[in-house]
């Protein structure tokens, strides 16, 4: 089990910090999107929101690592590089919404389209992590699908609580 939990595709992408960070963008979108923000504030309230949970998730897994792993004699400086290589997917999800919403900010598409695609951006990077996490469990196809289904079902859940905000 410890072999699967370090096999990761490039980048450190499929995390819990990877979806995290995906979730935690969807749903600033949403609540965003509440109050009538626009694009820009939107993506200034995101990319705002993602630093501070990313310093905060790099500083716990720091100080879990530092004072948890007894197995090796493990300095501050490893354990705060190992926390940024592990964390390294809170911030790379971010990205591709981030960008979209900087899209509507800089009027290249409008408000509502940044919005909305964000959001469906976030599902499928949802769905990819979900088949990738399958994939790298070597399930089959149709359970890497299903997997990926599943996963996207929790950024289709997010789009449908922004309905039901906005």
């Not at 960070?21 to 509440?34: H, K, Y």
């Not at 004699?73 to 960008?99: E, N």
């Not at 979209?100 to 290249?108: I, K, N, S, T």
């Amino acid at each position: 089990m410890a072999a699967l939990a370090n096999r990761r595709l490039p980048g450190n992408f499929v995390t819990e910090a990877s979806v995290y960070g995906t979730i935690l963008v969807s749903g600033m979108i949403v609540v965003a999107g509440g109050y009538g923000a626009t694009s820009w504030q939107t993506f200034l309230g995101v990319i705002g929101t993602v630093i501070v949970f990313w310093a905060a998730h790099v500083y716990a897994g720091a100080v879990v690592e530092y004072g948890v792993n007894t197995a090796e004699d493990v300095t501050m400086a490893t354990a705060v590089r190992r926390s940024l290589r592990h964390s390294l997917g809170f911030l790379t999800s971010a990205v591709p919404p981030s960008i979209v919403l900087l899209l509507g900010a800089l009027r290249a598409v409008p408000d509502t389209v940044a919005v909305w695609t964000a959001l469906w951006l976030g599902v499928f990077i949802l769905g990819v992590l979900g088949y990738s996490a399958f994939a790298l469990r070597g399930s089959p196809w149709p359970i890497r699908i299903l997997g990926s289904l599943g996963t996207a079902a929790l950024g289709v859940a997010m789009i449908l609580l922004k309905v039901i905000v906005h």
